[in-house]
Nanobody, 124 residues
Framework: QVRVVESGGGLVQPGGSLRLSCAAS????????IGWFRQAPGKEREIISC?????GSTYYADSGQGRFTISREGAVILRMNNLKPEDTAVYYC????????????????????WGQGTQVTVSS
């Protein structure tokens, strides 16, 4: 049975940092490009970062460029620095079943195996 679990969210002040983790069972994260997404209330789910299966390729949306870092450390980790109130959202990870590289933004429909998400709230 496939299961994805995101963790590491929480309440942080503006300028703070969080480390999100994406773990999976029932399949290997290493076999797929993995994306991190977020969805704020009333907004569509958007991709913010992606990491390739085994080639080290990465993608960052403009919103996270220079502040977010994605890596593979067993789990797929998203380190977020200098957080802003507009980063407040539920954060999800998912596997791209169609690609093994990440070089650009891929549509949400290419991703599967969604978890329940982890809430990130940036507020003073």
């Amino acid at each position: 049975q496939v299961r994805v679990v995101e963790s590491g969210g929480g309440l942080v002040q503006p300028g703070g940092s969080l480390r999100l983790s994406c773990a999976a069972s029932g399949f290997s994260l290493d076999d797929y490009a993995i994306g991190w997404f977020r969805q704020a209330p009333g907004k569509e789910r958007e991709i913010i970062s992606c990491i390739g299966a085994r080639d080290g390729s990465t993608y960052y949306a403009d919103s996270g460029q220079g502040r977010f870092t994605i890596s593979r450390e067993g789990a797929v980790i998203l380190r977020m620095n200098n957080l802003k109130p507009e980063d407040t959202a539920v954060y999800y990870c998912a596997a791209n079943l169609m690609r093994t590289r990440c070089s650009t933004s891929y549509p949400v429909h290419e991703f599967a195996y969604w978890g329940q998400g982890t809430q990130v709230t940036v507020s003073s």
